[in-house]
């Protein structure tokens, strides 16, 4: 395999004027549009529309259920979560209550009774600090109401500390979940405990001896960081022989630290407290590491940071990739519906009044166009490396289609997409770079927040060597002063 940043005689591309340190999933959440605009008349308007059965971009549509509850916070996460709330079972029997009412609601329109499901994903936060028994409740009564239960993809997330419970587990397979994934993030005892995680390996452990034990045949996912403070790429590169070799999951997500300004991470190291990650040249040579030794050890790169021992995506990627429509349940869960988004509100109690109040919990339900949908269809395309030109050829009547187009082409000069007879598809430049390539689709339409944040997260290529990564400088000052505005995200 072509060497870019590795090996005897690398050829250290840099195909861009500068790096876009992270990768951009969670940006299209805030950094293009004005969450709060939208009127309370609008968003009922919306609703309506709900109720005729036309009107969609495609016929299939998956469920993502937010669980945003965690036993300990880690200093990296701005995952939308609330402390665990000790011994109050009350309080998460409640949730669970409201997850249901508001699964119902959707069940019962007719735009969703007229489509398809392919997937249920149950996210966070950690749903596996729910009482086993609220969990039942929730998967008993989805098995009732949601239409092919049995058959579609079903995933579960959890912490390994919650998620070890031999009664969780079996409810889990007893219901047929084919995906179960957790984070490990590192097996570097010392990094474990400066990015705030307190499982241990025995939780690890536990997990995955446990889901043997039941004779669990799914996908048994992990979350794993790299980019981490004080990490070394010789470190790195042991970690995820371990990891390969001794516990063998079925899909890695890998994810590169995405360090937000003035989030306790960030904080930490600017105080000292907490080393700083390598620099930009070994940022890169992680990413390839990560693609070239999976790749040699029987994994496919199925989107850009997830590498499975199955060649194709999973049904929860896909229905992003394809922009399904997705329904999002529970607190801060976003959904896709026709050419409509929407966040629920972030706070358990306004979700749970507004569902009380209107059925439903979203406030913000709003329609971006057919220019919107072909925006985040290619922001996300660099993520999911496949482009089908029969579904770009569908947006051809969008007022910047040849924009998008030129940005497209760019792309193939430079040598990171390559042009097939009927896709588009990113190689392995493109997945190093794929930052990049998102923000280029992305830039457009960006609102303040978002071209502030870009600053902060760009390197110029004379800075590849610096060792201090975080400093404070006006955009990092800007983003504390308007943190507010920089929501809690959800996968
Ligand atoms: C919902 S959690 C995974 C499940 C469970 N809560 C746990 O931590 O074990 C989401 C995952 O996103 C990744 N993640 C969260 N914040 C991140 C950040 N700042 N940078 C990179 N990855 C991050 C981590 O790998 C984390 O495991
Ligand atoms: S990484 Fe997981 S356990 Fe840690 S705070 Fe985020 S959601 Fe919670």
């Not at 790096?19 to 549009?33: D, E, R, V």
């Not at 079972?89 to 329109?109: A, G, P, V």
């Not at 990891?243 to 991470?265: C, K, M, S």
Request: hydrophobic residues 35%.
């Amino acid at each position: 395999m072509r060497k870019y940043y590795l090996g005897p005689e690398p050829s250290h591309e840099v195909p861009f004027k500068k790096l876009l340190a992270i990768s951009h999933y969670i940006m299209p959440n805030f950094a293009t549009l004005e969450w709060d605009r939208v009127s309370r008349e609008q968003v009922d308007e919306n609703l309506r529309s709900l109720q005729d059965p036309g009107g969609a971009l495609n016929d299939e549509l998956m469920m993502y259920i937010h669980v945003p509850y965690c036993q300990s916070f880690c200093h990296y996460c701005n995952f939308n979560k609330n402390h665990y709330p000790w011994q109050d079972e009350e309080r998460l029997q409640r949730y669970t209550d409201y997850l249901i009412k508001e699964i119902d609601y959707y069940l019962s329109l007719p735009y969703v009774q007229a489509r398809r499901f392919t997937a249920i994903y149950i996210g966070g936060g950690s749903p596996s600090t729910l009482p086993v028994s609220a969990v039942e409740r929730l998967f008993g009564h989805m098995a009732k109401a949601v239409p092919g239960f049995d058959t579609i993809e079903k995933t579960f997330t959890g912490e390994p500390r919650t998620l070890r419970k031999p009664d969780l587990l079996k409810v889990i397979h007893d219901y047929g979940f084919d995906r179960v994934t957790f984070g490990i993030e590192t097996l570097n005892p010392e990094i474990h405990k400066q990015i705030g995680r307190w499982d241990s390996r025995s939780d690890v452990d536990a997990v995955f001896e446990g889901l043997q034990k039941l004779g669990y045949k799914g996908d048994r996912c992990v979350d794993l960081m790299y980019d981490l403070p004080g990490q070394s790429l010789v470190g790195f590169q042991e970690e995820l022989a371990t990891l390969v070799e001794h516990y063998r999951p079925d899909e890695i997500d890998a994810f590169g630290t995405v360090y937000l300004p003035y989030r306790p991470l960030h904080k930490l190291i600017l105080d000292g407290r907490v080393p700083q990650p390598g620099s930009i040249w070994q940022l890169l040579r992680m990413r390839e590491h990560l693609y070239d030794y999976l790749l040699e050890n029987g994994y496919h790169n199925t989107i850009a940071e997830t590498y499975s021992r199955k060649p194709q995506r999973s049904m929860y990627q896909t229905a992003h990739c394809a922009r399904q429509d997705i329904i999002g349940i529970g607190c801060a869960a976003r959904s896709n519906i026709k050419d409509m988004v929407s966040i629920n509100p972030d706070k358990v109690d306004v979700w749970m009044n507004n569902i009380d109040q209107y059925g439903v919990s979203t406030q913000t339900l709003q329609s971006i166009g057919r220019g919107g949908v072909l925006d985040r269809i290619m922001v996300m395309f660099p993520r999911y490396k496949e482009l089908s030109k029969e579904l770009l050829d569908r947006y051809s009547d969008v007022e910047h289609f040849e924009q998008v187009e030129d940005v497209l082409r760019s792309h193939i000069e430079v040598g990171c997409v390559e042009e097939q007879e009927d896709r588009y598809v990113v190689n392995k430049l493109g997945v190093i770079w794929h930052g990049n390539l998102q923000t280029d689709y992305m830039e457009r339409s960006l609102n303040l927040q978002g071209k502030v944040l870009l600053k902060v997260i760009s390197e110029k290529e004379s800075d590849f060597d610096r060792e201090e990564r975080f400093k404070v400088n006006t955009a990092t000052r800007f983003i504390a002063k308007h943190i507010d505005k920089y929501p809690k995200l959800m996968k």
